[in-house]
């Protein structure tokens, strides 16, 4: 089948009021070139998977719909998305329609004018609630720390990526995939560019404290060694303070032929140290088993059917033919 120029990758979750609104719009795209749509049902709870199957009957333009069996998350609906996405260049968008689809094309604009492998889109204004967007601008300053990304850069799940920073990403095989950690290992040709962020139309962000939680620890644990480096600054830092409260104790017993009292100090200092202890024998535990999980492969999704519509169909029987 001859591929398109674009790819559009859309997970979806909780997504059945707003994806038939968005495809619908990026069906109507004139893209040069040709695009094709892949839905990710990420084992939504809704009938999500229902709505997205009558796309495949009705859809003017190639369209694939891979059914997962379980979610483990959404940057690993993403990835199994890409492994399906055939474009030149693939854009990854949410299904909840805070990303105006005649961006799509703008950002599509930008990746052939300047010849970067990833274009992020960047808010002009966040339409989040306040504590996602403090969350996200933790998430984006910490990633300047770990993730050697470029300073000031954006990172979103609205993104332009070329054919050859979608094969880097979809070689990693392991359970704990971080899209933007893996971009950014593998090229320095990221851009960014600044789109429209609309108000949610339809429920809730599905991303919650918790998720989020885990979304840092992959960044965190994935992609560096920071934090075991940090925790060794750490012990360090508390080695020597020890050790000057140690020669400061004794030099008043001797000197000033007195013992500090300290039973108020002596508590906060050993709480003070098992908390630390506890603290870095948890990160070498979130590293030991992730690794455990990794070796024992443990999915990274689980694909129950891959679905094509009636378009992309016809364009595998007309490329048939072509090659007899």
């Known amino acids: 089948m001859t591929a398109p120029a674009l790819s559009i990758v859309i997970p979806v ?8 609104a968005l495809v619908v719009a990026l069906q109507e795209l004139a893209v040069p070139g040709g695009h094709e749509i892949v ?13 997205c199957r009558g796309f495949l009957v009705r859809s003017p333009v190639p369209t694939t ?9 959404e940057h690993n609906a993403v990835v199994a998305g890409l492994r399906e996405a055939r ?10 329609l805070q990303n ?3 961006e799509v094309v703008r950002l599509l604009q930008h990746a052939h004018r300047t010849g970067a492998d990833v274009v992020y889109a960047r808010p002009i204004e966040k339409r989040h ?12 300053r910490i990633a300047d720390l770990v993730l ?4 000031g850069l954006y990172l979103s799940s609205f993104r332009c990526l070329s054919a050859f920073a979608v094969r880097q990403v979809v070689a990693y095989e392991g359970p704990f995939p971080y899209v933007d950690g893996l971009l950014l290992q593998v090229t320095q040709r990221v851009e960014s560019l600044a789109v429209e962020h609309l108000p949610r139309a339809h429920g809730r962000s599905n991303y919650t404290p918790r998720r989020l939680v885990r979304l840092w620890l992959s960044m965190f644990v994935n992609f560096s060694v920071m934090p075991l480096r940090f925790s060794t600054v750490t012990g360090l830092a508390l080695s020597a303070l020890g050790i000057a409260g140690a020669i400061w104790a004794a030099a008043s017993a001797l000197f000033f032929e007195k013992t500090p009292p300290g039973w108020a100090s002596l508590t906060v200092a050993v ?4 908390g630390v202890q506890l603290l870095i024998l948890g990160l070498l535990g979130e590293y030991l088993g992730r690794l455990y999980l990794t070796v024992n492969r443990k999915p990274q999704t689980v694909v129950r059917e891959v679905l094509h519509s009636e378009a992309a169909e016809r364009g595998q029987q007309r490329s048939a033919i072509r090659r007899v």
Not at 271 to 274: A, E, G, H, K, R
């Open 129 to 140: 609630a306040g504590w996602r967007n403090l969350g996200s601008r933790f998430a984006n």
């Open 100 to 102: 105006p689809p005649g």
């Open 148 to 151: 050697d990304k470029p300073k």
């Open 13 to 20: 979750y909780n997504g059945a009021q707003s994806i038939g």
């Open 271 to 274: 709480m003070l140290l098992s």
């Open 87 to 96: 474009g030149a260049h693939v854009i990854t968008m949410d299904d909840d």
């Open 65 to 73: 719909l891979i059914d997962l069996a379980r979610n483990f998350g």
């Open 39 to 51: 839905l990710v049902n990420d084992c939504s709870p809704d009938n999500s998977l229902e709505v």
